[in-house]
């Protein structure tokens, strides 16, 4: 099932309107299910000390957790360990 139809017109393309556009992106966002950061966390729930070293990761970290949404924790948790490391 193609999540995005809903934002296609009849042609297959993505229609053109604010709108649209925002809902479509919104879409994508709530799509991409943010456990992909747990596999970054320790048995403590804190991001792993590890990831210090990750000189690219890092700030790549710390920059997409300024995307978030109100209530999303693993994106707070994210922030607050860019922002100490950094």
Do not use: Q
């Not at 710390?62 to 994106?75: F, G, N, P, Q």
């Amino acid at each position: 099932m193609d999540i995005f139809n809903k934002y296609k017109d009849e042609n297959g393309s993505f229609k053109e309107s604010l709108l649209d556009d925002a809902c479509g992106l919104l879409a994508l966002y709530e799509a991409a299910h943010l456990n992909i950061f747990n596999k970054y966390k320790d048995a403590n729930g804190s991001f792993k000390e590890s990831l210090l070293d990750d000189a690219c990761g890092l700030p790549a970290l710390y920059e997409v957790v300024h995307l978030k949404v109100w209530r999303e924790d693993i994106l707070d948790d994210a922030l607050a360990f860019t922002t100490t490391h950094l």
